[in-house]
């Protein structure tokens, strides 16, 4: 009779445990995108303001379809892949952390709840009428007139953001380091347009006409 109650309790413990852990999973149910963002936090900041410091760029109010997209191009390293990319090194791993479709879809629609944050310019030598010739002759036509971006183009809005990291994404462009993955459809049409820039002086002009503009 001892025999069987030691079985039953070996058998039951087990059984008992896992009942009690699919129970405080379905209780507790799927993770907030506030809690996810906390991984996000240390680069991006609590306000998603980025910082210049670390090349982590502001992306509070960014479209939740733009932030999706780009998690998932971290996640299979569309984007992030190649080996001259330390940015993009850095952000594949932590894309990776979500690990369900629904969870980056929570935290997408946190980071565009969020207010946007103004950020100071940092790049000097721009000639905003010089680039506004540029863009309207090769950005408008995907990014639109006010720099507000197009969904259905996979363009994101460009106004209001950091001039430091226009510049940046322009030249990875540029250079292979974004866009030349095969996959990558939207992000080969943009390098073939960054490509059109042909020097340091055309890629600041643009980004200083873009940062003329009202958000």
Known sequence: MLRK??????????????????????????VAGSELYDTCVPCHGVDGGGDPAIKAPPIAGLPEWYVTDQLTHFKSAMRGGHPDDPEGHKMRPMARTLKTEAEGTAVAKYVAGLEPVDVAGTVDGGNATAGAERYNGVC????????????????????????????SQLHKFRDGWRGAHPDDVWGSQMRAMSMTLEDEQAIKDVVAHIRSMPR
């Open 5 to 30: 109650a030691r079985w039953v309790l070996i058998v039951a413990a087990p059984l008992a445990l896992a009942i009690a852990s699919c129970s405080g999973n379905q209780s507790a149910g799927p």
């Open 140 to 167: 408008v036509a995907c990014h639109g007139p006010d720099a507000k971006g197009n969904p259905d183009l996979k363009a994101p809005p460009l106004v209001g953001q950091a001039d430091w990291y226009m510049v």
